[in-house]
């Protein structure tokens, strides 16, 4: 029997380094993503977590070390250029208009146009058809942004980002701010988003919704990677455990977390 080829990492991040200033937010620090991959980045507060994912999208430029999308080496100046290679992240605020209504929060920016005008048929039904992929719970297009609760929030700001058909999806802490009931429909989202192939990288404290949707953790601490685990292959006290001690490992070549990979 042979084994199935690997699949090739979506992204690779490979020795980024960053400073602001007198800090170092990161130092030679590695990353690894397969295509359809859930997984958690965890650490301290200012491990230099979201400031990586920063550098991935473009928000931030990195100082040193190399980015590949799809085997391509990258060097994204804005989160517009990671956007054109698929790659979305779903900010704390989410970013959206208030007193906008669904439907335009979901195509902000980029209205379809009939001549002169918005097609407004084509932009409800456009933002509806996203709405349903993802399987949510927002039930009305029309409705204004501000008049939705927090969770339905991050539901349209993750709609607006699927509608660029993303690769990868980055969310940053998104659970932080949600109820018991919005966190579980947060995450049978990646789930859904999961099953259509989409990676996605999660940054949270609550190392229960990790455990409970991912595939993969991986730890920073003071910068530096410090480790990652197959979520089958390791508990919640083991990682807390990697967190705390930061006993620094080698991060594993992309071959090597391929070869890794749980059936
Ligand atoms: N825009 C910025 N300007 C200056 N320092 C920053 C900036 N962004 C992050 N930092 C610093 O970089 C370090 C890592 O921060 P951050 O990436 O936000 O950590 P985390 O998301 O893990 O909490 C921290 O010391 C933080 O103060
Ligand atoms: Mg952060």
């Not at 991040?13 to 030679?28: N, P, T, Y």
């Not at 959206?96 to 439907?103: A, E, F, T």
């Not at 942004?145 to 509608?163: D, K, N, Y």
């Not at 990682?239 to 977390?257: F, H, K, N, Q």
Request: proline share 4%.
């Amino acid at each position: 029997m042979t084994d199935a080829p690997l699949p090739r990492p979506i992204v690779e991040m490979r020795g980024i380094d960053k400073a602001f200033g007198a800090v170092q937010a990161l130092r030679g620090v590695d990353l690894v993503l397969y295509p359809g991959e859930i997984l958690g980045l965890v650490g301290d507060n200012s491990a230099g977590k979201s400031t990586l994912m920063k550098i991935l999208t473009g928000a931030y430029q990195r100082d040193g070390g190399e980015i590949l999308v799809a085997g391509e080496p990258v060097q994204f100046k804005s989160p517009h250029e990671s956007r054109d290679s698929g790659i979305e992240m779903i900010y704390q605020d989410f970013a959206l208009c208030g007193n906008m209504d669904v439907g335009q929060n979901i195509f902000l920016g980029r209205w379809p146009l009939k001549g002169p005008f918005v097609d407004r048929g084509k932009m409800y039904a456009e933002a509806d058809r996203v709405l349903k992929r993802l399987k949510v719970d927002v039930n009305s297009v029309y409705q204004k942004v501000e008049s939705l609760s927090g969770g339905r929030q991050q539901s349209v700001a993750i709609a607006r980002a699927i509608s660029f058909e993303p690769r990868v999806v980055i969310l940053d802490e998104p659970t932080a701010n949600l109820s018991a009931m919005a966190t579980e429909r947060l995450l049978e989202t990646m789930l859904e988003l999961k099953r259509q192939g989409v990676a996605q990288i999660i940054i949270s404290h609550r190392l229960v919704d990790i455990f409970a949707v991912g595939d993969r953790v991986m730890v920073l601490k003071r910068g530096e990677y410090v480790g990652d685990r197959y979520i089958r292959n390791t508990d919640e006290h083991e990682v807390l455990e990697i967190i705390v001690s930061g006993t620094r490992e080698r991060a594993l070549t992309a071959d090597e977390a391929g070869a890794r990979r749980p059936q």
